[in-house]
């Protein structure tokens, strides 16, 4: 599995969950998983870590030395660890952020991460051709590990100890497409003729996630509302062609949560902790919640905002509706960073209702645990959300989440309704248009649930007893690993 982030190595967003926590559920499986990730700055350093290979891979017509750090995790139910590769190449990785500093992008992000997939290749060829290990599949996540599936394909005699390799991409967010300048494309040393619409090329510019969809053996994404909707207009930002020309489709499996982290029963960033049949501690986490943002304890419901501060989360329509808000008994906590303009609206609102909402602009894991535990609610307001982990937490954790129905939040919460609330189904709240007005209303309605204790109870209970674990998924990965293994076995030989 090759990722460019993975918790506790590194993490911006959920794709450093899931990829952990996917590989260890595969290694519960039984499944022999090596993670190989880039060997960033301040990566929380083991001693049982040591360098296992260094080599010089081509990059820009010129050779960058890697090394390559091996270490290996335990994984609890499992017979064996899980192996992680830390490809290192200082140059390119010791840098203060994984892909940017001060919200701008790192000029050299191409180069960069096509070393990242060239080293990758290599170290599977060691690992095949040297220390004769077998390797069945490379997953890969996102545009950053997309072009191995393109060397793999397009470089056949370079790579041809790799042939039997097969590829499966998920996409973990289409609005990430890892598109760079069309004078770039000699960086690659792909041939120049995979410069063409049919190909990398996009637009005029080079498009690195879409030369993953063409050349992998199989692509799925991280739910199947998602899977869906990528291959509409509104939602495929201009790959929506590319991904219905596969004729094997799209998969969409849904993410899990990494129980052993995210668990109100055992968490130690909690100042209390609880559970779906006693939920006192979660009293003692508002509380705690509402000092640490220095809110008043009062004794109203607690609105929880936790994501990257871009247009796709929405909370552009959040931050629109404050002032509706603040004349209803609430309080608002929002942790986040991400645009620039939303942190500065964010921080106006802040001081001009410093008694009823609580800000922190920057990442911080603990506070997010702290978030999900001590909010009533979790408001995210997405204009797209390929799974979304937030939510899953704060399911876990009986805050009702407030979703858009879209991709994983349409097929992760259900939404508050006759039926629903009649069959004790109901886990929190939908709003279909992308709009502060259906916001506000849905937000409003949530707060007269709120005070039916009945039924708020219920739902924090439906929600806490969802089954979020990874077992299912990792099935389902299974079963793609293998579906795609066995094509080749079963293919007839060439005559
Ligand atoms: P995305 O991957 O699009 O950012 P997800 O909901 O899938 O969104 O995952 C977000 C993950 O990142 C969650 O684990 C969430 O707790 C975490 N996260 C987002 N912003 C912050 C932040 N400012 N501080 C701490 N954790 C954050």
Sequence with gaps: MAASEAVPYAKTGGLADVVTALAMELSKF???VTLLLPGYRGQATQNTRRVVMRFSALVAGKKADVTVEEEFVPVMDASHPLRVFLVRHDPYFDRPGLYQEDHQDYPDNLERFLLFCRAVLHVLRILTEVQGEEVDVLHLHDWQTALCSVYLKALPDEYNGLQKIKTLLTVHN????????????VKTGLPPSLFSPSDLEFFGSINCLKGGIIHSDAVSTVSPTYAKEIITAEYGCGLEGVLSG??????GITNGID???WSPEHDSHLPARYTAANLAGKQVCKRALQEEFGLPNLDVPVLGVIGRLTFQKGFDLLIEIIPELMSLELQIVFLGTGDYNLEQRLREAQAEYSGKIGLYIGFDEGLAHRVEAGADMLIMPSRYEPCGLSQLYSLRYGTVPIVRRTGGLADTVVSFRPSTVKSKSATGFHFIDASSDALLSTIILALY???EHGMWNSMIKSGMSADLSWERSAMQYTKLYRAISKETRDRPSEC
């Design 259 to 261: 129980t052993t982290v």
């Design 174 to 185: 289409l609005g990430y497409q890892g598109i760079f300048p069309a004078e770039e494309f």
């Design 449 to 451: 649930v709120y005070e």
């Design 30 to 32: 039984g499944h022999h």
């Design 246 to 251: 596969r004729i094997d489709g799209v998969r």
